[in-house]
């Protein structure tokens, strides 16, 4: 997929919207959502939430390809170990899925992470160095713990420190990750903090990923502060401290399920009362009178009035191809890169490491063939037995696809040398799982957030796009796109309350 930008979305034309075209009515509308991943699922909860608010009948049918639900929020339980396929937590700051998990009734599910263990190590120079204290996101906020880090040069926290006297960026042009951070904190800060750190969530190269589209809240805290460093400590000494309720932990900022994060799928499912259909692919979409026909596996066929694509953007334009075909081409200009996981259990006797902190990232500059590892039992409870360490590597993405295609044979064997010369790790792991998930991430290239607004604006009528590929890859952002997809559709059925 090459990787320029799509050069249609400012000549798309929007369709025309006209929600008087859709009454109220006592024949239930019929809506197909096709995808049943975390927006999916989202989608489908909070449209049957909104027809028993507003006592109007609606008929909802999810159709996943896969024989499950959940997309890449997989958890498997093996010998006492509780092992994450994909994500393993959520981001509190962003509300959306803490605030499903309460309505879902599963907060006491609810596992923060084990702070005392708190840290993060970078790997340069050929050595594992500590983060210094009091870095936050990539924005140093304490003196002495930067100047006394032997992460960074001389030169570089000097050039760091001069994002207090540089002058804000005051317009609200997009960029891309790699030159904000140069502009603002320079070339190690980049290397070194924001690479590692920061693009690896999207597993994009920073020199491509959009700042808007990624961390927007950085060129705000610019914005209204001048600084990176001045914003964030504003925000250090204006944050309320959480309290415990009811004696239990303050929640962290990461949050995740005492049995994985399949939990928050699987309560997700439980509450649906629609029409689930797995192992069901779309085939294709056409025109049918004021809604749509949906092709089936088999001759079989289905109509909706509404139809949601809560699928990877590629798979969206498949399906839009005979509708709208310059709609279509944009869709799949968004690209995507294949990612990975492998997950290893060892004795800790077995680990030389401390291990006291949350797990260690790598530079591209440092030429290692894995991203970064995840301590995983010390990072979160329940994740091992006593006396054992579940550790989880990252391979692939935008770094390393020659990594993601390797047979499992090969991609073990240079998994176990990595940790071997970063960790010191000799021994044989007990057990070990890998998750490969094709083309599975997708890319914000700058211009993102535009090109999506343009795409959104020129859906045929009744047609919705929602999920990772526009708004945000984290599980918060997959439900709050799935909770305003559902009050757009709501909208166009009359479903529409308070």
């Not at 959009?210 to 001048?226: C, D, L, N, Q, V």
């Amino acid at each position: 997929m090459p990787k320029t930008n799509c050069p249609y979305s400012p000549k798309l034309k929007p369709m025309p919207t006209k929600p008087s075209q859709y009454p109220i009515s006592d024949t239930p509308s019929s809506i197909a959502i096709i995808g049943g991943g975390i927006a999916g699922l989202s989608t489908a909860y909070f449209l049957q939430r909104q027809a028993a608010e507003s006592g109007q009948p609606v008929s909802v049918t999810l159709l996943e390809a896969e024989p499950r639900l959940g997309g890449k929020m997989l958890t498997e339980h093996i010998d006492g170990f509780t092992v994450e396929g994909g994500p393993d937590s959520f981001i509190t700051q962003k509300p959306a899925a803490l605030q499903l998990v309460e309505e879902l009734g599963i907060e006491d599910r609810l596992i923060a992470t084990q702070d005392e263990n708190k840290g993060v190590y970078v790997y340069q120079g050929g050595r594992l160095k500590p983060l210094p204290d009091g870095v936050m996101l990539i924005v140093p906020t304490e003196i002495m713990p930067f100047a006394l880090s032997s992460l960074f040069s001389p030169l570089g926290k000097l050039r760091m420190g001069m994002d207090l006297f540089l002058p804000g960026r005051q317009d609200d042009e997009d960029e891309t990750l790699a030159d904000f951070i140069r502009r603002r904190l320079g070339h190690e800060a980049l290397d070194r903090l924001a690479e590692p750190l920061m693009a690896g969530i999207y597993n994009a190269e920073a020199e491509d990923q959009s700042i808007m589209a990624t961390f927007p809240r950085f060129r705000a805290i610019e914005k209204k502060h001048g600084s990176l460093i001045k914003g964030m400590l504003a925000g250090k000494r204006n944050r309320p401290q959480p309290a415990p309720q009811n004696g239990s932990r303050p929640r962290s900022v990461f949050m995740s399920m005492r049995g994985g994060i399949s939990d928050l799928a699987e309560a997700l499912t439980a509450h649906l009362n629609g029409n689930v259909r797995l192992g069901t692919p779309v085939q294709a979409i056409e025109a049918n009178g004021s809604g749509y026909r949906l092709r089936l596996p088999d001759g079989e066929s289905l109509h909706a009035d509404q139809v949601v694509l809560a699928t990877p953007a590629y798979a969206a334009a498949d399906l839009l191809q005979g509708l709208r075909s310059d709609l279509a081409g944009c869709l799949r200009r968004i690209r995507y890169v294949s990612t990975g996981t492998i997950s290893l259990a060892y004795k800790r006797s077995d680990i030389p490491h401390p291990l006291n902190g949350f797990g260690l990232v790598i530079p591209r500059s440092a030429g290692r063939r894995i991203n970064a590892v995840t301590w995983s039992s010390i990072k979160w409870p329940y994740r091992a037995p006593d006396g054992k360490v579940l550790l989880r590597v990252f391979f692939g993405g935008s770094r390393h696809p020659d990594v993601f295609a390797l047979p499992d044979d090969e991609l073990a064997a240079l998994v176990h040398e990595e940790l071997r010369v970063i960790m010191g790790i000799t021994a044989k792991p007990e057990f070990q799982r890998i998750y490969r998930w094709a083309n599975a991430s997708p890319q914000y290239d700058v211009g993102h957030l535009d090109r999506v607004a343009g795409m959104r604006a020129s859906c045929p009528p009744g047609i919705h796009l929602t999920g990772s590929a526009y708004g945000g890859v984290g599980i918060p952002d997959c439900v709050a796109q799935g909770k305003e997809t559902a009050r757009r559709v709501a909208g166009r059925v009359g479903l529409l309350v308070g």
